[in-house]
């Protein structure tokens, strides 16, 4: 149910439609050229039905909204950000790098309608033809309307009479953003810091070089946990107390995983997929669809990424796939 939280914020929940997530929270805060969303949610008919909605049941009309900063590009948040631009002329806000990453996967749709990308991904993470025997195209969602502004770490969201503050949180995505209100006491945290789960953190393609998903993430989880924020409201779940507690708690569970990863690996060399499977999940690897292989594959080529950094791990390429080594394993002559 839409909720006053007080201090001129209120929150409403959107569904996500078929996600076992169930819904975003869109948080809307108070100003006088209108409210701003944090987040907007899924583009579908009922997720617009359940904002325009919520928001009208808080006193709030969808046209009177002046701004919307989008935590990071994913649909669940981004979704209905054009949406509502069209029926109130509210600016779109985000992180310069997640903006980037949209204008990039509009030209991924465009070139690869097909499929053939995401199939040749995953050959060369060393999945098998058996396995991909009855591969269908991952059902992409369109990219989310673009941005009309950017907001970088550090500035200021254009809300007059209020401190609502960009803090640079890259690991879920390149450009995700967390926003301290420092006039009230709270952070959005969008995916970054959630009370009961973790974040999906994949790196995609696989081999995509220069970048740490995994690094940046555990790097951004201990500098949100210095800012000095009473509530948390996240973008899924409920809001809580003890942030620096649940970003450590997260931390260590990403240490834990590359604990486990590190003890997959040896001095022969071992593919990504079979690496990956090797991993503990919450279904057996056996019983997940591709879908969910190709999604589990990418979040450990983010761990290993971490581990190469780390120089615990070191890539090799066999017969065209990815596999991974020791780092102190003998390079064949």
Not at 141 to 169: F, I, K, N, Q, S
Not at 240 to 266: K, Y
Not at 273 to 281: D, I, N, P, Q, V
Request: with cysteine; hydrophobic share 45%.
């Amino acid at each position: 149910m839409p909720e006053d939280l007080g201090g001129g914020v209120w929150s409403v929940p959107v569904p996500i439609p078929g996600n076992p997530l169930a819904y975003t929270l869109v948080y809307a805060l108070d100003g006088p050229r209108g409210p701003v969303l944090v987040d907007a949610g899924w583009q579908h008919e009922d997720a617009w039905s359940a904002l325009k909605g919520g928001l009208a049941v808080l006193g709030i009309d969808v046209g009177d909204v002046s701004g919307v900063v989008v935590t990071h590009f994913h649909p669940d948040h981004a979704g209905l950000a054009g949406r509502v631009r069209e029926a109130s002329g509210a600016w779109v806000a985000m992180h310069p790098a997640d903006a980037a990453l949209l204008a990039t996967l509009r030209g991924v749709v465009e070139q690869d309608a097909d499929g053939s990308w995401e199939l040749d991904a995953l050959r060369r993470a060393g999945a098998a033809e058996g396995e991909l025997a009855g591969h269908r195209r991952h059902e992409r969602v369109a990219p989310p309307a673009a941005p009309d502004r950017e907001l970088d770490d550090g500035e200021l969201v254009d809300l007059p009479g209020r401190t609502l503050r960009a803090v640079w949180t890259p690991g879920h995505t390149p450009g995700h953003l967390c926003l301290h209100l420092e006039d009230g006491d709270r952070i959005f945290t969008g995916d970054h810091v959630l009370p009961r789960i973790t974040p999906h953190i994949g790196l995609y393609p696989y081999d995509t070089p220069g970048v740490d998903p995994l690094g940046d993430f555990l790097a951004s989880l201990a500098r949100v946990a210095k800012v000095p924020a009473g509530e948390v409201l996240p973008a899924h779940q409920y809001r809580f107390r003890g942030l620096a507690e649940r970003a450590e708690a997260i931390a260590a569970h990403h240490e834990e995983r590359l604990a486990e990863v590190t003890a997959l690996l040896s001095a022969e060399p071992a593919t990504l997929w079979r690496l990956a499977a090797g991993m503990t999940w919450r279904a057996p690897w056996d019983a997940m669809p591709l879908t969910s292989r190709r999604m589990a594959a990418g979040e450990a080529a983010a761990h290993l990424r971490a581990l190469e950094r780390r120089g615990i791990a070191r890539r090799v390429d066999a017969g065209g796939s990815l596999h991974f080594v020791l780092a102190d394993a003998p390079t064949p002559s």
